[in-house]
Nanobody, 127 residues
Framework: QVQLVESGGGLVQAGGSLRLSCVAS????????MAWFRQAPGKEREFVAA????????NYTDSVKGRFTISRDNAKSTVYLQMYNLKPADTAVYYC????????????????????WGQGTQVTVSS
């Protein structure tokens, strides 16, 4: 089973930027759709972004579109989430996830499609 470890979270001021990383323990990362979800206190887990195996297709939730960029480096078994123009509403624990199957289908936004999850990294945006 794929093991995922997120890093790069921290405290930033509104308008700032941050880059999250998620490293997979298995080369199976290279044949799976990857995604980022987030969960704020008292709120439901929310889809953020997804990326196809080759990195040529992406999905974003409307609230982050134009501000966040998901990317991947399969040689390093790593997926990234570059966040800029951060807002206090972006404050949450961010989780990376791997689909059980590698197909990039629909909007890739449903948690039940993902079989592997990292431990999460905290992002806090102050204003």
């Amino acid at each position: 089973q794929v093991q995922l470890v997120e890093s790069g979270g921290g405290l930033v001021q509104a308008g700032g930027s941050l880059r999250l990383s998620c490293v997979a323990s298995s080369r199976a990362f290279s044949s799976r759709t990857m995604a980022w979800f987030r969960q704020a206190p008292g709120k439901e887990r929310e889809f953020v972004a997804a990326i196809s195996v080759s990195g040529d297709k992406m999905n974003y939730t409307d609230s982050v579109k134009g501000r966040f960029t998901i990317s991947r480096d399969n040689a390093k078994s790593t997926v990234y989430l570059q966040m800029y123009n951060l807002k206090p509403a972006d404050t949450a624990v961010y989780y990376c996830a791997v689909k059980r199957r590698g197909y990039f289908s629909g909007d890739n936004s449903h948690p039940h499609e993902y079989g592997y999850w990292g431990q999460g990294t905290q992002v806090t945006v102050s204003s």
